[in-house]
């Protein structure tokens, strides 16, 4: 089975402080994805990233920067969080399928849900 | 730039009962895929129908697709207590992106 994991389920910051969250899958997926779910709004899309140091912005990157050193580890940074960044935060992975081969099922990870003060 | 919209928004049913599920879409699409998730916990694929397929069983769900109206629904037989979640429509063209709906909220009670 795929198993996405996130560092932590649980996270209280400040405004202003540099924020990092982690992502790790075990399948050797080549794509990643950060999201953001609030009441109303759905998943909405952060970043998303198709090999190892390629990324690609969403709907919603502004404040926030990703990392993809290694394959398996996807890393969402909010550079100075805010108190509107207070969300839950979703990584999944899924395999590359590529243009016109349509979408492949994606891999949840258990989320984390941030709140900034 | 959501793209699907489920319909309801919340459903509330008894054990047993069947419940409905409707996702409307706006563009062309490759397949659409059902995801559910639990309060608080991330989302778990639970089917895929490609757009040249028309209907699809799994177990006691069933997905239905038009593309011509641009809609799918999901339907749960018998329902259970523990089918209690929230349930996303998502789709995608032409990239390894999806694009999820806003969910509909389904409450089972025993």
């Known amino acids: 089975d795929v198993k996405v994991t996130q560092s932590s389920r649980y996270l209280v910051k400040r405004t202003g402080e540099k924020v990092f969250l982690e992502c790790v899958q075990d399948?050797?997926?080549?794509?990643m994805f950060w999201y953001r779910q609030d009441p109303g709004l759905g998943l909405r899309l952060i970043y998303f990233?198709?090999?190892?140091?390629?990324?690609e912005k969403g709907d919603i990157p502004e404040g926030y920067s990703v990392s993809r050193e290694k394959k398996e580890r996807f890393s969402l940074i909010l550079e100075s969080a805010s108190t509107n960044q207070t969300s839950m935060y979703l990584c999944a992975s899924s395999l590359l399928r590529g243009r016109a081969r349509g979408q492949e099922t994606q891999y949840f990870g258990p989320g984390t849900r941030l709140l900034v003060l | 730039s959501q793209q699907g919209e489920e319909d309801p928004q919340a459903l509330s049913i008894q054990e047993g009962e069947n419940a409905t599920m409707n996702c409307s879409y706006k563009t062309s699409i490759n397949n659409l895929q059902w995801y559910r998730q639990n309060s608080g916990r991330g989302l778990v694929h639970l089917i895929l129908?490609?757009?040249?397929?028309r209907e699809k069983h799994s177990g006691r769900l069933r997905v239905t697709l038009d593309t011509s109206k641009k809609s799918s629904s999901l339907l749960i037989t018998a329902s259970r207590a523990a089918d209690t979640a929230s349930y996303f429509c998502a789709t995608g063209f032409n990239t390894d992106k999806l694009i999820f709906g806003t969910g509909t909220r389904l409450q089972v009670f025993p």
């Open positions: 990233s198709y090999d190892v140091k390629m990324k």
């Open positions: 129908i490609r757009s040249n397929e």
């Open positions: 399948m050797d997926h080549e794509n």
